[in-house]
């Protein structure tokens, strides 16, 4: 793999900058080699690898979370469909819990959305006696919402 691409090539065809690269590099997103005068060499996988980062981050998801996922990919080789659909099984729980709270989430917004505000006659269904208020101050039920 010592031909591979240089970031410069993988920042070109991903779009991301040299820096964000690196950092994805820090938090083992990708792993690249090093050819024999120590640059780092990447594999066409990793255009991949970014590009779902990329993907996932911009639906909400934190790196973290995409990165313990991709952890499971092989290193220095093309991820398989079966990796691929692994890695989407694990995000389909999250995305599908997502999907729910954003629903209701717009089925309850032109209503009380439990913030403690008592501000709407709907408020004495969803938060009694301001009941949320022991729980903290701000929009309670959107806070208790995954992601």
């Not at 209701?104 to 709407?120: T, V």
Request: glycine share 10%; charged share 25%; proline share 5%.
């Amino acid at each position: 793999m010592t031909q591979g691409l240089a970031i410069g090539d993988l920042a070109y065809r991903t779009g991301l900058a040299v820096s964000a690269i690196r950092f994805y590099e820090t938090h083992g997103i990708v792993k690249p080699l090093r050819n024999k005068g120590g640059h780092r060499r990447y594999g066409r996988a990793d255009i991949r690898r970014l590009s779902f980062v990329m993907a996932a981050q911009k639906l909400g998801f934190p790196l973290s979370d995409i990165a313990e996922h991709l952890h499971a990919l092989p290193d220095h080789k093309a991820p398989t469909k079966a990796d691929w659909t692994r890695i989407s099984k694990g995000f389909r729980k999250e995305i599908d819990q997502r999907i729910a709270a954003l629903e209701e989430l717009r089925d309850k917004l032109d209503g009380c959305i439990g913030c403690g505000c008592l501000s709407l006659k709907s408020c004495a269904l969803y938060n009694p006696k301001d009941v949320k208020a022991t729980e903290g101050p701000g929009p309670r039920n959107l806070k208790q919402l995954p992601g």
